[in-house]
């Protein structure tokens, strides 16, 4: 069984999905990311889909899954590199992936990431003051 | 057989006919533009020709037949020509009625004598003529048609431009209704330009939407979903007073940053992007 690669960069982790999600990749890649959320202490976490011409609702429902889980270890996901075709799609399908933070490409996605979590630092530095 | 016998009487009457034919046309007003007679009366000889031709094969009853292909062509470019020129049906119409009387005439003249061949020749020719005047009107809708397609699809392109207002803020002018059509062209067209140009904010302006009602909401909200999923945020603009009290009674939630005007909401995008512009005037004044 093939497995999706997760790499580092910095606190982030970025995952790019190349091949067609199956249940059980779907399973292993949540296993895998939040194993290593909590092992590298990342802060957000990067989801590539620019290589998928098909998104349907099981996919939507992973990203959704997996927003929803590293909101939980504390760390931002952005989904990055939709294609326009599967925007349209999506959007028609009625699923509009509201819980997950999108970009253009991951260059954007990385500047958003930081800018989140400077953001959630500078809140914190108030708040302790 | 004496349907053959019509052919050779249009053949050998073919002058008088042309003449009485044209003077017909001149007094139903089918032409407005005289200097165009001459094409007419070309046009007209033609159809004759075409008549006797067709009339040799004996089948007066049925134009669909091969020997009234050549006819049809002809009458097909006239009638083409004459929606372009913007002629209206009746004047269309009324170039192939108007050639009943001459025909008439002559048959009257010919065979007069013969009352039974008479009736029958002239009910004939009269359902030739029916048929014909029928298929140019056919031909003179058709390209009509046409044309307003190709009108239509033109419209969808023009009407849909996405502008580069500045480095990553595009605006979407939107003008005239949002149906189910332009929304996927409006669509497609804005999230191309968010991949080409890499722009984060899109300002939707629907100063030149007349009516947002429910439909035109929905498809909005698809626009700004779409665009969302790109990366790319949406600001609307252009909300005329009489519109905000419309979606405010039909209880739509847009569910996104709206501005009163295109200008404020440039500034909002660019105070987003972290860009400044400055009044040089004020702001030398201040310096002094």
Redesign the interface.
Known sequence: MSEIPILKIGDCLLVSIQVDMHDRLAMALQDDLTQRIVSDRARGVMIDISALEIVDSFIGRMLNNIAAMSRVLDAVTV??G?R?A???T???LGL??TGVR????VD??LA?IRGIIDNAEHADAHRDR | MADTAFAGLVDKHQKGLLKDWLAAQKRDGTSRDPSAEAANADLARQVLDQLSKGAAGGRLDDTTAPEWAPMREVLEDFSRARATQGFNPTETAVFVFSLKEPLFDMLRREIGADAEQLGRLTWAVTRLLDALGLYTIECFARTREEVIGRQQQELLELSTPVVELWDGILALPLIGTLDSARTQIVMENLLERIVESGAEIAIIDITGVPTVDTLVAQHLIKTISAARLMGADCILSGIRPQIAQTIVHLGLELNVVSKATMADALRLALRRTEKVIVDRAKALGTED
């Open positions: 989904v990055v939709m326009p599967v925007a349209i999506l959007v028609e509009a992936l999108t970009a253009l490409n954007k996605g958003m």
